[in-house]
């Protein structure tokens, strides 16, 4: 399986939109230059973020983006699922009823046994991402990171957030 770009790039403003002070927002194009991303292709994957309720949108001179529940209520999987959508990443197309070998669709009454188990996969990593807090990473990441790349990081969101 394999997620998109958009899904890393997700995380990462999620994480650092949880270092704004209350009330504050950070501008789409700062998270972009933060990230060293294209703001074109990044607002993209704000907007989606936005239409899913896990960021806030405010606009305005003041505006910018900021999460919309604090980081103990943001699971890995409503990110990816606000990006990637809920739809499973396998798509069984029943391909064992197509070809010569194939029989009359009443032999198929068994569900694929190749579906059923990429079916119980995505349960699992899916299951993982639901128990996984954006709380969780930002935790890991202050306990493991470079204490420089930290210090970055809050004097950039200092710099940028709008009251």
């Not at 699971?75 to 009823?97: H, K, M, N, T, Y």
């Not at 190749?114 to 128990?131: F, H, S, V």
Request: glycine content about 8%.
């Amino acid at each position: 399986m394999k997620l998109s770009e958009g899904v890393e790039a997700a995380i990462h403003c999620a994480a650092l939109l949880a270092g704004l002070e209350e009330g504050r927002t950070l501008p789409a194009s700062a998270l972009a230059e933060y990230h060293g991303l294209s703001p074109s292709y990044l607002l993209k994957h704000l907007k989606l973020l936005a239409a899913a309720g896990v960021f806030e949108s405010v606009s305005g001179p003041h505006g910018g983006y900021r999460l919309a529940k604090s980081p103990e209520r943001i699971s890995l999987l409503d990110i990816v699922i606000a990006i990637e959508g809920p739809r499973p990443a396998f798509r069984c197309a029943e391909i064992r009823q197509r070809g010569p070998g194939a029989l009359e669709p009443s032999a198929y009454r068994k569900p694929c046994g190749i579906n059923a188990a990429m079916l119980r996969a995505e349960k699992a990593w899916r299951d993982e991402l639901a128990r996984t807090r954006l709380s969780d990473v930002i935790a890991g990441y202050q306990a493991d990171a470079d204490p420089r790349a930290i210090e970055f990081g809050c004097a950039f969101v200092a710099r940028h957030q709008r009251p």
